[in-house]
C-alpha cells in the first residue's frame, strides 16, 4: 500500500474543557478519523457503551486510556458524577459500540445536562450507518427522515409505519437481523410498493446493499433469515398531491369490492396515507350509507 500523505498538522493547543461525543467506526476500523483519535488520546474521561468493544477499538490505535462503562442502565448513577468532572475543567468523551453517539445509541441524557449546566458539547463527527446507507441506497437524498428502530409487535409496528406514510421523505431504519423479514412484510403492506434498499454489513466484508419495490424486497428468501447489521431505507410515496375527494372516492371505489378493512389497507397504500385514518373515513362512509 502506498505511503499515506502527512495529515493536518495537529493544533498546539490543549484540548478544552467539555463533553466530545466521538464518532467511532461502523465497521472498518480505519473510519476513524485523525480528529477522534487526538480526542480519544487527550481526554481526562472516556466513556463507553460498552467498554470491552471500545477496548478493542483503542487497542488498534494503540490508545491506553481506562474506559468507564456509560449506557442507559447507569445514567441516573454516572451523570452526577461525569457532571461534577465536567464543572472541574475536564475533558470527557463518549463513545457507542459503533457510529455516533446518541444516533439510536445512550448519550442523549448526559449531552442535554451538559448543555443544561453550561458545558461546552463537542461533536466529534464520522461514520453513522444511517448516513452511509443512505448514500448508497439509491433512494432520494434531498428529504431524509431518521425513524430509529421499528416496534418489535407487528400491531405496533404497522402503526408506526402508518404515522410515517404521509412523510415525504426517504425513511431510514434501523433493525435486528431476526425482525427484517416481519419488518419488511409490514413495510409493504403499509407503504405499498415503494422504492427501498436494504444495506447489510457496511464498511464490512459482506458489505451489500439490495435495492426494488418493497414488495419484491419481502418476498426475496435472502431476507428469511439474514446475518449481521442491517439499515432498511423507503423511498418517497407519489409526489402526487392527494386532493380532498381522492381519498373518498377511492374508498367508495374499494368498498364496493372488498371488506372494510381490506378496502382502507388498499387505498392507504395507493395514496400513501395512515391505514387507521382511512380505516375510520371508511366507517363513517359505511354509517352514512345506512
Ligand atoms: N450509533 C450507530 C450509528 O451511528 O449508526 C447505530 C447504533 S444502533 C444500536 C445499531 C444499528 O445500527 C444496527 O442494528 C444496524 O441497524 C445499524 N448498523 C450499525 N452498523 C451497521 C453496519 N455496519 N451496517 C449496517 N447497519 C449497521
Known amino acids: 500500500m502506498s505511503r499515506l ?11 478544552a474543557p467539555g463533553l466530545y461525543l466521538v464518532a467511532t467506526p461502523i465497521g472498518n476500523l480505519r473510519d476513524i478519523t485523525l480528529r477522534a483519535l487526538d480526542v480519544l488520546n487527550a481526554c481526562d474521561l472516556l466513556l463507553a457503551e460498552d467498554t470491552r468493544v471500545s477496548g478493542k477499538l483503542l487497542a488498534a490505535y494503540q490508545i491506553s ?15 452526577p458524577r461525569i457532571l461534577e468532572r465536567l464543572e472541574a475543567g475536564e475533558r470527557v468523551a463518549l463513545v457507542s459500540d459503533a457510529g455516533t453517539p446518541m444516533v439510536s445509541d445512550p448519550g442523549y441524557r448526559l449531552a442535554k445536562e451538559a448543555i443544561a449546566a453550561g458545558h461546552a458539547v463537542y461533536p466529534i463527527p464520522g461514520a453513522s450507518a444511517a448516513l452511509a446507507a443512505l448514500t448508497l441506497a439509491g433512494l432520494p437524498t434531498d428529504r431524509f427522515l431518521f425513524a430509529g428502530f421499528p416496534p418489535p409487535k407487528s400491531a405496533a409496528r404497522k402503526t408506526f409505519f402508518e404515522e410515517l406514510a404521509p412523510v415525504r421523505a426517504t425513511l431510514i431504519f434501523y433493525e435486528g437481523a431476526s425482525r427484517v423479514a416481519d419488518s419488511l412484510a409490514d413495510m409493504a403492506a403499509v407503504f405499498g410498493p415503494r422504492e427501498a434498499a436494504v444495506a447489510r454489513e457496511l464498511t464490512k466484508l459482506y458489505e451489500t446493499c439490495i435495492r426494488g419495490p418493497l414488495d419484491v424486497l419481502a418476498a426475496d428468501p435472502r431476507f428469511e433469515s439474514p446475518k449481521g447489521e442491517i439499515v432498511i431505507l423507503v423511498g418517497p410515496g407519489s409526489e402526487k398531491p392527494v386532493q380532498a375527494g381522492d381519498a373518498e ?13 381490506e378496502a382502507a389497507s388498499e387505498v392507504a397504500k395507493a395514496l400513501g396515507l395512515p391505514r387507521r385514518d382511512l380505516y375510520r373515513q371508511a366507517l363513517a362512509l359505511k354509517d352514512g350509507a345506512k
Do not use: I
Open 5 to 15: 500523505p502527512d495529515p493536518p498538522p495537529l493544533s498546539d493547543a490543549p484540548l
Open 65 to 79: 486510556k481506562r474506559l468507564e462503562r456509560y449506557d442507559e442502565h447507569v445514567a441516573d448513577r454516572a451523570t
Open 249 to 261: 372516492s377511492a374508498l367508495r371505489e374499494a368498498m364496493a369490492r372488498l371488506p372494510l378493512g
